[in-house]
């Protein structure tokens, strides 16, 4: 039998198989952690000048007239709040596969719940269904490989992923939870295409993935079938001689959830280790930025193209090059947690000292070690000294966690550069409480046009 034909099935069943009365305190504990520091984000992202044109278009597609809410389309409202989080770049990672799981998730599931008015305990085994999907298709398609050549991790594995999660809370059968995720897999390409000029849909086909997965589990309810070995056929990601299936995907197999790390501000992961590193450095040497005459950056073969993007950036996602984040590390601390980087500080003489000096290099160590660990290391020349410092493990990874109060902490510094602050002692009492339907009711108020 093809690779590609049992992924599938096992799925289903590991998803039909799901109670939450069977989950223990420490993934309860984890989903609340999760949970938190992605309603906060998209808390945030919603408060962006960056969701506008993605949410236009998406209203204007769903209605003729202004909606009184955009849960008169959940479809709408799923993905509006899964663009919401995703933009942040403060969302979670899994760095096994390079998604990012709690942006498509927690909203997918809470909007899911509303419309089917499920229990508590359904919503929750919807949330651990959709960690479980994402992460399984995602070390089977090498997702921290192929990101590399093209493919987006999360856009690929997202639309299937909301379609299990939507079985599991419309309690669908496991042949029709099978059906669901078959049928949103036909679109299941991964590619985005490579778009220079802004504003580019990056956020639009993710959100478009949602809305065919909640599609994709309602035409199951209703009797449609999919080709349950349709990965193979519409992306080489999904190629049956290199798709690595997990040993255990089925009912019994380990939760993946627990291997999910946080990232502390605004940045890509694959940055993470080496700004961490030169922060590091900096403080523990009491380094003054002007006195730093070169910073070379040492990280895997892997992404060293991606983070050396430019020393002069422009826009909000240039921003996130690796030199303008040591510069923010070193003189503007905590606006590594400004999302919106409506004001880039290009003109501080400072800053462009900073910019100036970094080089970014290849390791071969790091290299080897890619992709169980996303290392990243700093060597900062002052004058006739040197000092080096090396991060395999960046704060927010799962051997390095984040507690509750540095998310809060995070989540009210992020609060500072966006229109409307984070409630975060608000959304703190409902994640607590496992209040889904007051946390959605808390993200809809920030998100609506």
């Given at each position: 039998m093809a690779p590609d034909r049992k992924l599938l099935p096992d799925l289903a069943a590991f998803i039909t198989a799901l109670r939450a009365r069977d989950l223990d305190a420490a993934t309860i504990d984890a989903v609340k952690l999760h949970g938190f520091d992605a309603l906060g984000s998209a808390c945030a992202g919603a408060a962006t000048s960056e969701i506008g044109i993605t949410r236009d278009a998406l209203?204007?597609?769903?209605?003729?007239?202004?909606?009184?809410?955009?849960?008169?389309?959940?479809?709408?409202?799923?993905?509006?709040?899964?663009?919401?989080?995703?933009?942040?770049?403060?969302?979670?990672?899994?760095?096994?596969?390079?998604?990012?799981?709690?942006?498509?998730?927690?909203?997918?599931?809470?909007?899911?719940?509303?419309?089917?008015k499920a229990s508590q305990e359904t919503i929750l085994e919807g949330i651990i269904a959709g960690y479980q999907t994402m992460i399984t298709l995602g070390l089977a398609a090498n997702g921290a490989e192929i990101i590399y050549r093209g493919i987006w991790p999360t856009y690929l594995t997202g639309g299937i992923t909301a379609a299990a999660i939507a079985g599991k809370v419309m309690g669908l059968t496991e042949r029709q939870i099978r059906d669901a995720m078959a049928i949103a897999a036909a679109g299941a390409t991964g590619v985005t295409g490579r778009i220079e000029e802004e504003p580019a849909p990056r956020w639009l086909v993710l959100a478009s993935a949602m809305q065919s997965g909640l599609l994709a589990?309602?035409?199951?309810?209703?009797?449609?079938?999919?080709?349950?070995?349709?990965?193979?056929?519409?992306?080489?990601?999904?190629?049956?001689?290199?798709?690595?299936?997990?040993?255990?995907?089925?009912?019994?197999?380990?939760?993946?959830?627990?291997?999910?790390?946080?990232?502390?501000?605004?940045?890509?992961?694959?940055?993470?280790?080496?700004?961490?590193?030169?922060?590091?450095?900096?403080?523990?040497?009491?380094?003054?930025?002007?006195?730093?005459?070169?910073?070379?950056?040492?990280?895997?073969?892997?992404?060293?193209?991606?983070?050396?993007?430019?020393?002069?950036?422009?826009?909000?996602?240039?921003?996130?090059?690796?030199?303008?984040?040591?510069?923010?590390?070193?003189?503007?601390?905590?606006?590594?947690?400004?999302?919106?980087?409506?004001?880039?500080?290009?003109?501080?003489?400072?800053?462009?000292?900073?910019?100036?000096?970094?080089?970014?290099?290849?390791?071969?160590?790091?290299?080897?070690?890619?992709?169980?660990?996303?290392?990243?290391?700093?060597?900062?020349?002052?004058?006739?000294?040197?000092?080096?410092r090396e991060v395999l493990h960046p704060r927010g990874d799962p051997e390095n966690p984040l507690s509750w109060d540095a998310i809060a902490a995070k989540l009210q510094t992020m609060s500072r550069y966006v229109s409307r602050p984070i409630p975060v002692p608000e959304l703190t009492r409902q994640v607590q409480a496992l209040d889904f339907s007051a946390c959605l009711e808390t993200l809809l108020e920030r998100s609506e046009a």
């Open positions: 209203l204007r597609a769903a209605f003729l007239t202004p909606p009184k809410s955009i849960l008169d389309h959940p479809g709408c409202a799923a993905a509006i709040l899964v663009t919401a989080c995703r933009l942040t770049e403060c969302d979670d990672i899994h760095i096994g596969t390079c998604t990012t799981p709690s942006s498509v998730v927690v909203a997918v599931a809470l909007v899911a719940g509303y419309v089917t589990a309602s035409a199951a309810e209703r009797g449609m079938h999919g080709d349950e070995a349709i990965l193979g056929k519409v992306s080489p990601a999904w190629n049956p001689e290199t798709l690595k299936l997990p040993e255990e995907a089925g009912p019994g197999a380990p939760l993946h959830l627990h291997r999910i790390g946080f990232k502390p501000y605004c940045t890509s992961r694959q940055g993470l280790s080496a700004t961490e590193a030169f922060i590091q450095a900096m403080r523990e040497e009491k380094l003054e930025p002007r006195a730093i005459d070169k910073i070379t950056v040492a990280v895997p073969q892997h992404y060293r193209a991606m983070i050396d993007r430019t020393n002069r950036p422009k826009t909000k996602s240039e921003s996130r090059s690796i030199h303008y984040q040591l510069a923010l590390g070193a003189l503007y601390p905590d606006e590594l947690c400004d999302i919106e980087r409506a004001t880039l500080h290009t003109d501080d003489p400072a800053v462009l000292h900073i910019l100036d000096r970094v080089e970014v290099v290849a390791s071969e160590r790091l290299t080897k070690l890619y992709p169980q660990q996303w290392g990243g290391a700093v060597k900062i020349a002052v004058g006739a000294k040197s000092y080096e």
